[in-house]
């Protein structure tokens, strides 16, 4: 099969516990016309040795080495050998659901930018943590809402293997080979920045494994510096206008870290607080502040009561998220 329908990239590092189950899960899918291409990311287990057992057997599974180490190598190589008229990406630890690249193909084929999601579910040998039961919680209210636009800086609004694009994304407006750590956010990002519209499917597309050596959890690259780093640089490029001042609400750790960021590029910021200290010089009332100016809020409890009370408070206000409010 020259040119399959879909190609599917998959990085592969020390995947050995996971990888045949992760590959059965693609074999298993209701639509056959694909191609899995695996870049082995210098792994030092036996997970080449695994996945070689499938490309022998399987013409659509093709296994190569990667050239450089990395994650973003690792999809630009896998990209560059792709022939698919449509790509999507699958992390070697987890699960395809069987209907997933279908849903995902019907969706996407609506338009060259259009990004297809769907819902996502984690699942573990123990219990799921809070913390990933409530972004699991948030991902799937975003998704079925259809709020992507109004959350794209407050956290990663697709998961990072849970999308299908037209592949002339990659080669005409988003070039693999420039993404940045974290790059599933960076991805997004540019999706936005670039006028794709996000379309979900009120269907589970992913099966999400939570197990203590995921990447996520390990490199720094995911930690939340960089995804401060990452998110405000892309507010900064495309929501102000030079020379335009910002507004902060919230002096906590994000607010600070967000703050340094804006002073390192100059930006002037008003910094703003609820519970304000008389007198104190670092901020002001937030009562005094003005919808005119493009503001970013950091302070978002996670009572429902009071995240409802302080969204009133800025409708009074004239504020609207995602027009000239964000959360982050």
């Given at each position: ?6 190609s599917?990239?998959?990085p592969?590092?020390?995947a050995?516990?996971?990888?045949c189950?992760?590959?059965?899960s ?14 082995n ?7 080449a ?6 490309s022998l ?16 190598p ?6 560059n ?17 069987p ?9 996407a084929?609506?338009?060259s930018?259009t990004?297809a999601t769907?819902?996502v579910?984690?699942?573990a ?14 991902l799937n209210?975003?998704a079925v ?5 109004e959350?794209?800086y ?6 990072s293997?849970n ?6 994304c990659?080669?005409k ?6 993404l940045?750590y974290?790059?599933d956010?960076?991805l997004?990002l540019?999706?936005y ?10 269907e589970?597309t992913?099966?999400?494994?939570e ?8 490199s720094?690259?995911y ?13 900064i ?6 020379g335009?001042?910002v507004?902060?609400?919230g ?7 967000v ?13 703003y607080?609820f519970?304000s200290?008389t ?9 005094f ?6 503001t970013?809020?950091?302070n ?6 009071i995240?409802?009370?302080i ?14 409010i964000?959360?982050?």
């Amino acid at each position: 099969m020259n040119h399959p329908q879909i190609s599917i990239l998959m990085p592969v590092y020390n995947a050995q516990e996971f990888i045949c189950e992760t590959i059965e899960s693609v074999l298993s899918q209701t639509i056959s016309d694909w191609e899995l291409i695996i870049v082995n990311d210098f792994s030092k287990d036996k997970s080449a040795e695994l996945i070689s057992a499938y490309s022998l057997n399987q013409k659509r599974i093709k296994l190569v080495d990667n050239t450089t180490k990395g994650i973003i190598p690792a999809l630009s190589h896998a990209f560059n050998l792709s022939n698919g008229e449509y790509i999507t990406r699958m992390d070697a630890d987890d699960l395809m659901p069987p209907d997933k690249l279908k849903w995902l193909y019907e969706t996407a084929k609506t338009s060259s930018k259009t990004v297809a999601t769907g819902l996502v579910r984690y699942f573990a040998d123990k219990p799921i943590s809070e913390g990933y039961l409530r972004y699991e919680k948030w991902l799937n209210e975003t998704a079925v809402q259809n709020k992507f636009g109004e959350n794209i800086y407050r956290e990663c609004v697709v998961a990072s293997p849970n999308w299908m694009v037209h592949r002339s994304c990659f080669e005409k407006i988003i070039f693999p080979e420039n993404l940045e750590y974290p790059e599933d956010y960076d991805l997004v990002l540019k999706w936005y920045a670039a006028g794709y519209e996000i379309k979900a499917i009120n269907e589970v597309t992913h099966l999400w494994r939570e197990h203590p050596s995921r990447t996520s959890r390990l490199s720094e690259v995911y930690q939340q510096k960089s995804f401060f780093e990452l998110k405000t640089n892309h507010f900064i490029n495309n929501e102000l206008q030079k020379g335009e001042k910002v507004q902060l609400i919230g002096y906590n750790q994000k607010g600070k870290l967000v703050h340094s960021i804006f002073a390192r590029n100059n930006i002037p910021i008003d910094i703003y607080e609820f519970n304000s200290e008389t007198g104190n010089p670092i901020y002001k009332d937030v009562s005094f502040i003005q919808s005119a100016g493009k503001t970013i809020l950091t302070n978002w409890p996670t009572e429902n009561k009071i995240q409802q009370d302080i969204t009133q408070f800025l409708i009074e206000r004239g504020f609207e998220f995602g027009k000239n409010i964000w959360l982050f």
